[in-house]
């Protein structure tokens, strides 16, 4: 907020030329700062590289997006920095000898900057002196992700220099318009505006980086070669290409139903039973799109972090076809550390910067799996959420396993929706589980048909239509509900050691933990094989356990079925996105939707090889409905913190009595009977309230739609991307980095590192001291010793000058206090699996914290 203005005004009536004013400093090869490229050098540089990004959409496809004189938007960015506080800001931090290269400047404070949010700021006042068409200011405002606190300000004010410096300001844009042979771009609408926002600073990040650092060296022949670096590659594709040469064999009905309908950007919806293929038939279609020149790239949406790591080996098989020989994208693995290492985005996505990260980079590459919620945010008023806009423009983006449940997510999804398709996205919606009224609010459109399997189609500029798909078979599954887990335990043992395949799916982390532990003894002694998969082991260790374990349980692993038994203990990431087929499931109790999912896992391909004596069969470990409407809490235990109490007791109504189903013939009855709208009485008519309204421990639905509207992008204040939460939950994670040493060296000038696996890593002091392929390779590796936890499972936070001393801020992006970013948290696991604090700090006030390879992150209570 502003609060006052300088008593003395800084060389009033005078301003330096723009042409002489500085837009960064520059490292020399002697270690000395001096003045890096000018304001109008840099500023060109941005402007060109904009002009090239948008060269390689597809032609048409990038007429579309962009209005003439988008580059213009980027160009001017930085014309804020032709200010006084700037300009003294920059002279300042020059090397003392090289102080006299610039002029200085009588009573300027740098450190007012922060009132206005810095040069981003005065660009946007700037812009609207200059009369710049709807928007562009205000995108000329956010390019570092937030919009500037400049209400009331004027360009004219003292504190940018008075009239003097925003003719200046004047001046450079004049000469950007007549250098670029461009004008203000008219803007036609908010996702267009975002669009541009995300490019401007795309296009900053990559004008700042390596390629244009040194002022001396020529720069516009460098621009392609630094798009390329970036991974802004277009890419070339395979002709004519059957379904049958990408996948191995030919479409089902209702996967070539899909692919016919998928004709053009818009959005479409398949409906279909776990085990159809929609996953292939969502690929094949974006494919017809590419080569058609009317996509620019996929983003594969997966529901959350717990989702297997398999996708995207799937989905790399899949590029691997249909990407030309030559296509530098086949030689990268889309997850992981490769593209981190391979690509440098310039100054945000150097490492250590805020989008070092696969997770968000993912969004901007060509092809990516990653997550629903870093999409989401595409949608949301979130630090850089424009970027994400950008990065999605053009895209097919396909969501994978969409829902029913959950009220917070589905307002943001419901906005990301509309936003793709004004960006003229092609958005293929997969699941097994909508409800009419949920696939209604997605497609935008009424919808009457309540068959099933079914495809709704509603292309851009066209009315909806729907298509039933001919269900199949289908398969017959046993059901047995029972409230105590010994005898489940008995019978997977049991089973297992015929030979069986059992899974065994828990809610929560600490759940799965203790049925591993209940079985992993008795198994081994009767000679079978027994896994733990959860969201809470580093990538590494993910890594290792999900290819042994989800290759045994898919069609990779027939041959090894009838070698012995196994079971697999999991939570909710074996129950997405996994082609894994058991004999046997136990399966802890959950909403109509989760379970559905589960019981896609059994019997899943009827060729799969089984012991002679297995049955079809699903045990789910369930209260008695009477207990549960009662006193859900106690009844369903720590599952009705994870869901609804509510949503427990409707679909525990729907199931209890069942002794069997058919799928996927019953799944569209059992869907519309869980979560049809009726009035309530009694037990049930409190904990419908409380699923509206609340509670003290949670926030109700009611409250979370709110919530996630005022998140969304028009309005209100720029959260950081820690407070934005795309899936609301009491049990926010935060990622942890676990090690088994950090030593200062101050001899070598070092921090020596060993990971949990032995080896060995050295972090130099300087950041000079390794070139950028050598970080970007450190900070990778040490990503994947990262674990997702609770925030208050999490280790203590350190100080962020402690982290500074170990330099783990040339790896790792520590946050922005003065914005409330979350910063990293470490960890030292000791030779038992203990965990300790850097330098003996307390690790955690009230638990004892473990990390074992074979159970992953656990909390333990200190009284046992």
């Not at 423009?393 to 793709?420: C, S």
């Not at 020596?752 to 130099?764: A, N, R, S, Y």
């Amino acid at each position: 907020m502003w609060q006052r203005r300088p008593s003395s005004r800084p060389n009033s009536g005078i301003a330096i030329s723009f042409q002489k004013c500085p837009a960064k400093t520059y490292t020399r090869s002697d270690g000395r700062v001096a003045p890096g490229r000018s304001v109008l050098e840099h500023c060109t540089i941005v402007g060109e590289v904009a002009r090239a990004l948008m060269a390689r959409f597809p032609r048409g496809l990038a007429d579309r997006l962009f209005p003439p004189g988008a580059e213009m938007a980027a160009a001017c960015h930085d014309i804020g920095k032709v200010s006084p506080c700037f300009y003294e800001k920059l002279r300042r931090a020059c090397a003392p000898e090289l102080l006299d290269i610039l002029e200085p400047l009588a009573n300027v404070s740098p450190d007012l900057e922060t009132r206005w949010g810095g040069h981003a700021g005065v660009s946007q006042v700037a812009a609207r002196a200059l009369e710049a068409p709807d928007y562009v200011a205000e995108i000329l405002g956010q390019h570092h992700g937030f919009s500037p606190p400049v209400h009331g300000l004027r360009a004219t004010d003292e504190v940018f220099g008075g009239a003097a410096w925003q003719q200046e300001r004047a001046l450079l844009v004049a000469e950007l318009k007549r250098l670029l042979a461009a004008d203000w771009p008219f803007i036609s609408s908010v996702p267009q505006a975002r669009l541009l926002a995300g490019l401007t600073s795309v296009s900053d990040w990559i004008g700042s980086g390596r390629f244009f650092e040194d002022p001396a060296l020529p720069w516009r022949e460098r621009i392609d070669e630094a798009l390329d670096d970036a991974g802004f590659i277009p890419p070339d594709y395979r002709r004519h290409l059957s379904f049958d040469q990408v996948f191995g064999f030919a479409p089902r009905q209702a996967q070539q139903q899909l692919i016919d309908a998928v004709v053009s950007p818009g959005v479409y919806v398949l409906e279909a039973p776990m085990g159809l293929g929609k996953t292939e038939a969502a690929l094949f279609a974006a494919y017809r799109l590419l080569e058609a020149g009317q996509a620019c790239g996929i983003y594969f949406a997966l529901p959350t972090q717990l989702t297997s790591n398999k996708i995207y080996e799937r989905f790399n098989a899949f590029l691997e076809r249909i990407l030309a020989e030559g296509c530098r994208h086949r030689s990268r693995l889309l997850h992981g550390k490769a593209w981190l290492v391979d690509t440098d985005m310039g100054e945000e996505g150097r490492p250590g910067g805020a989008w070092f990260n696969h997770a968000k980079r993912g969004l901007l590459a060509p092809f990516a799996v990653g997550t629903i919620d870093q999409a989401l945010m595409a949608a949301m008023n979130v630090k850089h959420g424009f970027v994400r806009a950008f990065g999605l423009a053009g895209k097919v983006v396909i969501l994978d396993e969409v829902h029913t449940y959950d009220a917070y997510t589905g307002t943001l999804l419901n906005a990301l929706v509309e936003l793709l398709r004004e960006l003229h996205c092609t958005v293929i919606i997969l699941s097994a589980t909508l409800n009419r009224e949920r696939r209604q609010e997605l497609l935008g459109a009424v919808v009457r048909e309540d068959a099933y399997p079914l495809i709704s189609a509603a292309p851009s500029q066209q009315p909806a239509s729907e298509w039933p798909v001919p269900a199949g078979e289908g398969r017959e599954i046993s059901v047995r509900l029972l409230a105590d887990p010994a005898g489940a335990l008995t019978e997977a043992l049991e089973r297992a050691h015929r030979g069986q395949q059992v899974l065994w799916i828990e809610n929560t982390v600490a759940e799965a933990q203790e049925r591993y532990l209940d079985l992993a003894a008795r198994a081994s002694e009767l000679g079978v094989a027994c896994g733990l998969l959860h969201s809470r082991f580093t990538a590494d260790d993910r890594q290792h356990l999900e290819d042994r374990w989800v290759s045994l349980f898919g069609k990779e692993g027939w041959l090894e079925r009838s070698k012995r038994g196994r079971i697999l203990v999991g939570t909710q990431i074996l129950e997405q996105s996994l082609d894994i087929d058991a004999d046997f499931l136990v399966s802890r109790f959950a909403p109509t939707d989760m379970l559905l999912q589960r019981l896609g896992r059994l019997w899943r391909h009827a060729e799969t090889p089984r012991e002679s004596s297995a049955r079809c069969e699903a045990w789910v470990l369930a209260p008695d409905l009477d207990q549960a409407i009662a006193s859900p809490y106690s009844a369903f235990g720590s599952t009705a913190h994870v869901y609804s109490p509510y949503v427990l007791c409707r679909s525990l109504e729907v199931w209890q009595g069942r002794a069997s189903l058919r799928l996927p013939q019953d799944i569209r009855q059992l869907i519309e009977q869980t979560y049809a709208q009726r009035q309530e009485e009694g037990p049930m008519a409190q904990w419908l309230h409380e699923l509206d309204d609340g509670t003290r421990q949670r926030i109700g639905r009611k409250a979370l739609s709110q919530l996630a509207r005022l998140t969304l992008a028009e309005d209100g204040k720029t959260l950081p991307e820690s407070k934005a939460q795309t899936r609301y939950s009491e049990q926010d994670t935060q990622e942890v980095v676990l090690l088994r040493a950090a030593v200062l060296k101050p001899d070598a000038k070092e921090t020596h590192l060993t990971l949990l696996d032995g080896t060995q890593l050295q972090l130099p002091w300087g950041r000079h001291v390794l070139g950028r392929q050598a970080w970007r390779e450190r900070s990778a590796c040490l990503m994947r010793q990262t674990v997702p936890v609770r925030v208050q499972d999490a280790p203590e936070p350190l100080p962020i000058d402690t982290l500074k001393k170990f330099h783990f801020q040339h790896c790792f992006y520590l946050g922005d206090l003065a914005e409330d970013e979350a910063i990293l948290r470490v960890a030292l696991v000791d030779e038992v699996g203990v965990l300790h604090g850097l330098q003996g700090a307390p690790v955690h006030p009230k638990c004892r914290l473990e990390y074992r390879e074979d159970l992953g992150y656990r909390v333990l209570k200190e009284h046992g």
